[in-house]
Structures are given as structure tokens and as C-alpha cells.
């Protein structure tokens, strides 16, 4: 039985890889991540659960936070008073800082 969880990080790496610019392929992906082709093939199929350290391998390789990798939403976080006044501070946009707290509390 294929784990839900598996089949969603699957979907996502698959489609941030083609969202790449340029778009990579399995084997880029894999050459990028340090893995085998045929990991990123199970992984992006669902049949494998990627331990933590590959999926921060993936994610390095596509240039996306963990979170973003996940699908998680950081709308939240962006919203809160003390994000949008660092924002502001820092003339940048309440989800970027947001972005950048989260990819720093997940290395």
C-alpha cells in the first residue's frame, strides 16, 4: 500500500523539478541531490518515503526550502505582527521573511 504522505512529496518534487529553470530531468536531479536515479524515481512515484536528509538533499538541489518542498503554507507566518514589521523594517515582503525563517529553522 502506498503511504499518502509519500504520493504528495512525490507529486511535489516531480513538479518542482519541471518548474525548474531550465527543467531538470530524474538523473540532473539526482547528479544535483547526490542520489541514484532510480531514488528520485520511487520517490516522485510514491513508492519510497525519502528519509530527512535526502529530502533536504532534493530540496538544496531545486532551490526550495523544506517547506516549500513539502507544500506547506506559509501564509500564515506571514501574516503574524511581528513578520510584517520585520518586513517592513527590511523592505521586503511579509512571505519572504517567512521563507527565509523557515528555511533557516529547518537547517
Not at 1 to 9: F, G, S
Not at 79 to 96: D, H, M, N
Not at 101 to 106: D, F, G, I, P, V
Amino acid at each position: 500500500m502506498t503511504n499518502p504522505d509519500a504520493l504528495k512529496i512525490g507529486a511535489r518534487v516531480a513538479y518542482l523539478r519541471s518548474m525548474h529553470d531550465p527543467p531538470l530531468s530524474q538523473e540532473d536531479l539526482a547528479a544535483l541531490a547526490d542520489l541514484s536515479r532510480s531514488t528520485v524515481q520511487s520517490i516522485e512515484n510514491g513508492k519510497r518515503m525519502p528519509h530527512p536528509k535526502n529530502l533536504a538533499k532534493i530540496a538544496r538541489a531545486l532551490g526550495v526550502t523544506l517547506p516549500e518542498l513539502r507544500g506547506d503554507d506559509l501564509r500564515p507566518l506571514a501574516e503574524t505582527p511581528e513578520v510584517r514589521a520585520v518586513a517592513q523594517r527590511l523592505g521586503r515582503t511579509p512571505e519572504e521573511v517567512a521563507r527565509r525563517l523557515t528555511s533557516w529553522r529547518a537547517s
